[in-house]
């Protein structure tokens, strides 16, 4: 051990009976005990140095990794539908985004997403987070890609024993290989590649390169437009045996084919004819904006319908989940004892007025059609967006047959909408031109005479419907007629059970 001296500031070596008197031993102490202080000094820089260096490297190969964001990560997820194909996708994850500037793979996206339209915020810090850059990854792993990936690259073919070939792969389309200076075509073996090549991606991939200013959890909220995803409204009405009232059910049909599926997902449908401009911003802009309309808070159907600009939004009460390939149907509405009107319609032809026709013209029959009335008071009163009806009625063993199907328009609440269900069978029209003379110039005096024979056990009521070309009038009629629009002409006409009513008529029509 060595002790100081306070007068001269030097060493000397402590009293030992053990230590024997070297002369020139305690006179390098001051030289080791500086080395030694030296060596501890520069150990420990280094150790710091190499504890900067493996820290950096990590932050490096950190930085260089990137941030992948799955499905797992999913907080919520609200889809908006429309009827021309098109979805609003709004999906909201949690990830911890480090203070830094980082790649970020959003995965487990649409297939079909309009990459134009997608826009990235956060919910948590909007501030700091800035996007640097944005891609979409969609070239998709496959063994045809692989292949392609991999022409003219070393390859293994492996036999069933174990030994293998080494080959260059020439053509994916075969395939086609050269082995040791040879082409082989269709080469039998299982072949093996090194590694999987770069730009691959088994899942549709968004990716950004985020500026973050502050380390911790985040809520990011990604939206974006997608093809391949639309729904429509099927309509069940069910007439009693008077055909004077129905059962009316609605049902929505979600048909999914955009490649993404949507758990638990909040579904808002939006019905209307919404105008796709070639300014896709602007169309976004909207379409994210009628996904924002908030729903009633007391929803008593299964869809709560509100009015949204000129279209119609239905919220769907709760919460579903979307998978991809899938077709999901969800109840509208449901109503009974709703009233309804049949009626019998025997439409005219408008080229039957300037020339000759003696024989009936027998090729026009007389259409059914069902007519209802959106209505509160009928137990209806929201807004029906168009979709096909299916009509059923009960045979005398009471199983429900099938009758026929029609679309319906959107039909706003007030409004009626008719329904056609096919031919009559047991009430057939003839229509015969009696007299046909030409006064002079374009003026014309035609009449008609319209047959209806009635084959049923109880009086119908045929609606006949005379398209009249031209300025006319009506110079003599059977019947009682109306003039609901400036070129028809319609007669109410009953018929009783099982026999005939003719009707005619004689018009001036001047072209």
């Known amino acids: 051990m060595l002790q100081r001296l306070s007068s001269w500031g030097g060493y000397r070596c402590p009293p030992s009976p053990q230590r024997s008197e070297r002369p020139g031993r305690c006179a390098d102490a001051p030289v080791t005990a500086v080395a030694l202080l030296d060596h501890r000094i520069r150990s420990r820089a280094l150790i710091a140095l190499a504890a900067a260096l493996v820290l950096a490297?990590?932050?490096?190969?950190a930085a260089a990794t990137p941030l992948v964001i799955t499905r797992e990560d999913q907080r919520d997820v609200m889809v908006t539908i429309y009827n021309g194909s098109l979805g609003l996708v709004k999906d909201v994850r949690e990830a911890r985004l480090p203070a830094a500037t980082r790649?970020?793979?959003?995965?487990?996206?649409?297939?079909?997403?309009?990459?134009?339209?997608?826009?990235?915020?956060?919910?948590?810090a909007a501030a700091g987070l800035k996007i640097l850059e944005q891609n979409y990854e969609y070239d998709l792993l496959s063994s045809q890609k692989l292949m392609e990936k991999y022409v003219g690259r070393k390859v293994r073919l492996y036999a069933s024993d174990g030994t293998y070939h080494e080959a260059t792969l020439l053509s994916a389309n075969g395939p086609v290989?050269?082995?040791?200076?040879?082409?082989?075509?269709?080469?039998?073996?299982r072949l093996v590649l090194p590694s999987l090549p770069e730009n691959l991606v088994s899942r549709p991939t968004l990716v950004w390169l985020l500026r973050n200013g502050a380390a911790q959890p985040q809520r990011l909220e990604a939206s974006y437009l997608t093809g391949g995803i639309t729904w429509r409204a099927d309509y069940v009405m069910v007439l009693d045996a008077s055909d004077a009232r129905a059962d009316l059910t609605g049902w929505v049909t979600v048909d999914n084919k955009s490649g993404a599926t949507y758990p638990n997902a909040a579904l808002k449908l939006v019905a209307g004819d919404v105008n796709r401009a070639r300014d896709g911003r602007r169309a976004a802009r909207?379409?994210?904006?009628?996904?924002?309309?908030?729903a009633p808070a007391d929803a008593s159907r299964d869809f709560a319908a509100e009015g949204f600009f000129e279209y119609h939004l239905y919220t769907l009460d709760g919460r579903t989940t979307i998978k991809d390939k899938q077709t999901k149907q969800l109840t509208l509405l449901a109503a009974t004892d709703v009233p309804v009107r049949k009626e019998l319609l025997y439409y005219g032809a408008q080229e039957y007025y300037r020339n000759r026709y003696g024989m009936p013209v027998s090729a026009q029959k007389v259409q059914v059609l069902m007519e209802i009335k959106n209505a509160k008071e009928h137990r209806l009163g929201i807004a029906l967006p168009k979709g096909k009806v299916r009509v059923y009625?009960?045979?005398?063993?009471?199983?429900?047959?099938?009758?026929?199907?029609?679309?319906?328009?959107?039909?706003?609440k007030d409004e009626r909408a008719k329904i056609k269900l096919g031919h009559a069978f047991d009430v057939v029209a003839e229509r015969t031109q009696k007299e046909w003379k030409k006064l002079g110039g374009n003026l014309?005096?035609?009449?008609?005479?319209?047959?209806?024979?009635?084959?049923k056990d109880a009086a119908q009521t045929v609606t006949v419907i005379e398209p009249v070309p031209g300025d006319w009038q009506v110079v003599a009629s059977t019947h009682k007629w109306e003039k609901p629009e400036s070129h028809t002409l319609r007669f109410l006409v009953p018929v009783k059970k099982e026999s005939a009513e003719k009707v005619t008529y004689r018009v001036r029509v001047r072209f």
């Open 57 to 61: 490297v990590a932050d490096l190969a």
């Open 286 to 294: 909207m379409m994210e904006l009628a996904a924002k309309a908030p």
């Open 393 to 412: 009625k009960a045979d005398r063993s009471g199983s429900q047959q099938f009758i026929g199907e029609d679309w319906i328009d959107h039909t706003p």
């Open 444 to 455: 014309y005096e035609v009449e008609w005479e319209i047959a209806l024979r009635n084959h």
């Open 177 to 189: 290989y050269e082995i040791n200076g040879q082409i082989h075509l269709g080469h039998h073996g």
């Open 103 to 124: 790649e970020v793979e959003f995965r487990d996206v649409a297939a079909q997403i309009d990459p134009t339209t997608v826009h990235l915020r956060s919910l948590t």
